[in-house]
């Protein structure tokens, strides 16, 4: 069956379209019985409402772009949960794009969903992105809010919902000096993003309120994996004064860390500690669990489309910044789990 236009409706009706559209759009200038019957009529004849017109008439699409790195990530797949939760139970649907961590790609995606009258964009940038800020200032001018997530540009007028990488870092560089480790290393990631950037800068700073001497060799940057956390710990482990622990920014290159030290007949953590980070299901089911920081990603993506829903009820507070900054918390696992 072809699908019908509000003319065909009204004609069958023999009333004018515009009264179709109002009935269709529930306007309440038309009485309960003609938009009964209207949308009654609007079934049978198999019409089916154009909804990017719709939303170029009203403003509102009902649909939120969310943009990710990667989506095969528990990290960002807990977070895009977050969002769904809060946001479908006040019909909107959410639409994903990955950009894989290339800055081109990201454009594009933020393009297609500006073209497609998305009511805001959520993301988190990819970790080649640089040149971007012209695009988001664009997206704000149109007042099309934008909330960054765990990675962010600092912008004018847009929102954001992180966690605190410095106290993350820190809290977790305290614990080995609590369990009584010395000599620690630190797995960094690209440090030109701010969240690898203050990760370091709290391991720096509870080596120096310890009065622990910092390394500039015990510290290795590295893409989160366990081969990349194989190597690395090769590395630390060929040096002649090598270190007894390792505070990696990344699970899955602690991981691969623990696989090496251990091949190598070091015990953990009897003379060697591991801490990681982002908690992702496998470091507590692990033979000899892993101790990390929970980054609280299903919050993270509630606390987002709450921010997105905050902005879009007051059309005041879409020029309005807001910084939400969540707090880490440690879980301390068999990997760090000895005495003094």
Request: glycine letters at 4%.
């Amino acid at each position: 069956m072809e699908k019908s236009t509000i003319y065909d409706i009204a004609k069958e009706l023999n009333i004018s379209a515009a009264t179709v559209s109002r009935a269709l759009n529930n306007n309440l200038k038309i009485s309960s019985a003609t938009r009964k019957l209207v949308i009654e009529t609007a079934s049978r004849m198999n019409y089916k409402q154009n909804k990017v017109a719709l939303a170029l008439k009203s403003g509102k699409s009902n649909n939120v772009g969310v943009i990710v790195p990667r989506i095969d990530s528990n990290f960002f797949a807990s977070i895009i949960r977050g969002i769904e939760d809060e946001l479908h139970p006040q019909g909107y649907h959410v639409i994903i794009c990955q950009t894989h961590e290339n800055e081109k790609r990201e454009i594009e995606n933020i393009n297609t969903l500006f073209n497609a009258q998305v009511d805001g964009i959520l993301l988190s940038i990819s970790n080649t992105t640089k040149e971007n800020e012209n695009i988001f200032k664009k997206l704000l001018n149109k007042n099309t809010p934008i909330i960054f997530f765990d990675r962010k540009m600092n912008i004018e007028g847009a929102s954001s919902v992180t966690i605190n990488d410095f106290e993350a870092g820190y809290i977790a560089t305290k614990h080995l000096i609590d369990k009584g480790c010395k000599k620690i290393a630190h797995f960094s990631g690209d440090q030109s993003l701010e969240i690898f950037e203050n990760r370091f800068k709290g391991y720096k700073q509870a080596l120096l309120d310890n009065n622990l001497k910092f390394i500039e060799e015990y510290v290795i940057r590295i893409k989160s994996s366990v081969d990349q956390g194989i190597n690395a710990a090769k590395t630390l482990l060929s040096l002649e004064n090598r270190p007894d622990a390792i505070f990696s920014s990344s699970d899955f290159a602690s991981l691969g860390a623990i696989q090496e030290i251990k091949k190598q007949g070091i015990k953990i953590p009897e003379d060697f500690c591991v801490v990681g980070f982002g908690n992702e299901p496998f470091t507590k089911f692990m033979e000899l669990s892993i101790s990390t920081v929970d980054q609280s990603p299903l919050e993270m993506g509630k606390m987002a489309a709450k921010v997105f829903l905050e902005q879009t009820r007051n059309n005041d507070n879409l020029k309005i910044e807001k910084k939400v900054v969540l707090t880490p918390e440690l879980q301390e696992r068999d990997s760090s789990d000895r005495k003094k």
